[in-house]
């Protein structure tokens, strides 16, 4: 069946549904500084938008991935789109922050297409040798991170000409409704449906655990130390302690079920554990900064004594350094690993973000140097998104891809909804009552952060160690 699917059809319809996935991801930043106006909230409550598309990411992911395993990756693809598409069309007609909220929560589907899409390339290779296999696996993700980050590129650009150029305020919110309609439109029958499904069922109970126990964990992270939540209040300490109660119950119940949401076993190997860790560091400071250089970029240096003064188009061109240099490095993974070893190119990865976010905090009132400090990360976040997306996958037997790339996909999302939640308290606590924005010691603080959680990414990843053979048939056991 995969056969009568051309290779050419194949990859364009991964690029189209990636290059969809980007847009969303993408297309809010250039309009943030500009919300907190028009919804009269400020710049800490706007992290709550990266909070909660990154904790319906954790619900989404291991379900939509295992779900491909099982019925079919084009299936479940389709009904992911669709999702992504509802609350594409709740973000267009947002005109409150409740709705956009909700529509960004739906919007958080959009990581199960990796994993979905990983599934049918992989799906693709079953007949080919275990070198040539992995090769191609490796160009495909290379190729499927690269249409990632064109499309948050895509996004940015295409909001912030829409804002620039529409007088609405909310125009641009539609540009991912747009994105996304065609995807789906282009992809219904190219996309091939995969011939080999293990059997099982979901794991449900897991699931749900697992949601419940980091959904409690970021609310106690990302409110803890403001008004109501302070750090040592019953409702703070019963978010973080449950959380962590409810996450060790979780634990114990995949550890006891015959076909585990997440096969917690996995990360007995040490490979895995140092790609784990290495992922939740990049992400931290990935997503952590996100909403945080989106406003400075747009906050004016005249009213608040710092800031570079950005219209939303601008600040879409301005990203777009960072983002170029990320999908440079991605292409450039799979040769720089065969060159110098996977390992290597791990801390490299890390090392790079730990300079560029180092030049950021030295430099951040000249706007030459910042641009350039975000593009030095980029480059190191890009050698990252490929290596540890490829080598999750590498870990597994090839019946349970999905859910190997969806683990990773989890572990992106966990470790941007921390640094999302750690930049929020940030946030907050530099806030003075009834301003919007924060002072500058609130960027400066997160910089800081993000330099120190860097370097240690690069510590842990010399942990890494190539598994053998017979390490990654073990690990479906």
């Known amino acids: 069946m995969n056969r009568a699917t051309p290779a050419t059809a194949v990859i364009a319809s991964v690029v189209l549904v990636e290059l969809s996935s980007g847009i969303t991801q993408g297309f809010l930043s250039p309009l943030l500084r500009g919300l907190t106006d028009t919804l009269g909230v400020s710049a800490a409550d706007l992290n709550w938008i990266s909070v909660a598309n990154l904790l319906a990411s954790v619900a989404f992911t291991p379900v939509l991935s295992r779900m491909g395993d099982l019925h079919g990756h084009r299936r479940v693809l389709r009904w992911n789109l669709l999702i992504?598409?509802?609350?594409?069309?709740?973000v267009g007609v947002s005109r409150d922050f409740g709705t956009l909220l909700a529509g960004q929560i739906l919007q958080g589907a959009f990581a199960g297409f990796f994993p979905l899409l990983v599934g049918i390339?992989?799906?693709?290779?079953?007949?080919?040798?275990?070198?040539?296999?992995?090769?191609?696996?490796?160009?495909?993700?290379?190729?499927?991170?690269?249409?990632?980050?064109?499309?948050?590129?895509?996004?940015?650009?295409?909001?912030?000409?829409?804002?620039?150029?529409?007088?609405?305020?909310?125009?641009?919110?539609?540009?991912?409704?747009?994105?996304?309609?065609?995807?789906?439109?282009?992809?219904?029958?190219?996309?091939?449906?995969?011939?080999?499904?293990?059997?099982?069922?979901v794991d449900w109970a897991g699931g749900i655990l697992l949601c419940l126990g980091l959904t409690a964990v970021m609310l106690g992270l990302g409110l803890g130390g403001t008004p109501g939540w302070e750090w040592t209040s019953p409702r703070t300490l019963g978010c973080l302690g449950g959380g962590v109660l409810v996450t060790a119950l979780w634990v114990r119940v995949e550890l006891r079920t015959a076909e585990p949401m997440i096969d917690v076993r996995m990360f007995r190997h040490r490979g895995v554990v140092a790609v784990s860790l290495v992922t939740l560091t990049f992400t931290f400071c990935m997503f952590g900064l996100m909403v945080a250089h989106a406003v400075f970029m747009g906050t004016s240096r005249?009213?608040?004594?710092?800031?570079?003064?950005?219209?939303?188009?601008?600040i879409a061109l301005a990203t777009l350094p960072n983002l170029l240099a990320l999908t440079l490095g991605a292409l450039l993974a799979p040769a720089v690993a065969a060159a110098v070893t996977d390992r290597l190119t791990l801390v490299a990865g890390s090392l790079l973000?730990?300079?560029?976010?180092?030049?950021?905090?030295?430099?951040?009132?000249?706007?030459?140097?910042?641009?350039?400090?975000?593009?030095?990360?980029?480059?190191?976040?890009?050698?990252?998104?490929?290596?540890?997306?490829?080598?999750?996958?590498e870990c597994v037997p090839r019946d349970r891809t999905s859910v190997g790339?969806?683990?990773?996909?989890?572990?992106?999302?966990?470790?941007?909804?921390?640094?999302?939640?750690?930049?929020?308290?940030?946030?907050?606590?530099?806030?003075?009552?009834?301003?919007?924005?924060?002072?500058?010691?609130?960027?400066?603080?997160?910089?800081?952060?993000c330099v120190l959680v860097s370097l240690a990414g690069a510590a842990l990843a010399l942990l890494y160690r190539t598994p053998k053979a017979d390490d990654t048939a073990e690990t479906g056991r």
């Open 302 to 314: 005249a009213e608040e004594g710092y800031g570079l003064g950005l219209d939303p188009f601008a």
């Open 405 to 449: 790339s969806g683990i990773n996909e989890l572990l992106i999302n966990i470790g941007g909804s921390l640094g999302a939640a750690a930049v929020l308290t940030v946030f907050a606590a530099h806030t003075p009552a009834g301003r919007t924005l924060p002072g500058l010691s609130a960027y400066t603080v997160s910089w800081t952060v």
């Open 84 to 90: 992504v598409l509802l609350g594409s069309l709740l």
């Open 121 to 201: 390339l992989r799906n693709r290779n079953r007949d080919r040798s275990g070198e040539d296999a992995e090769a191609e696996s490796r160009r495909g993700i290379s190729v499927m991170v690269a249409a990632l980050v064109a499309g948050m590129a895509f996004g940015l650009v295409a909001s912030g000409f829409v804002a620039r150029t529409v007088d609405s305020p909310t125009a641009a919110l539609w540009v991912p409704a747009v994105a996304t309609s065609l995807a789906l439109a282009a992809t219904w029958r190219l996309l091939p449906e995969s011939d080999h499904r293990p059997g099982g069922r």
């Open 353 to 393: 973000m730990a300079a560029g976010y180092a030049t950021v905090l030295a430099f951040h009132a000249d706007q030459a140097l910042f641009l350039a400090g975000t593009a030095v990360a980029g480059l190191g976040t890009g050698f990252l998104q490929h290596s540890t997306r490829t080598l999750a996958v």
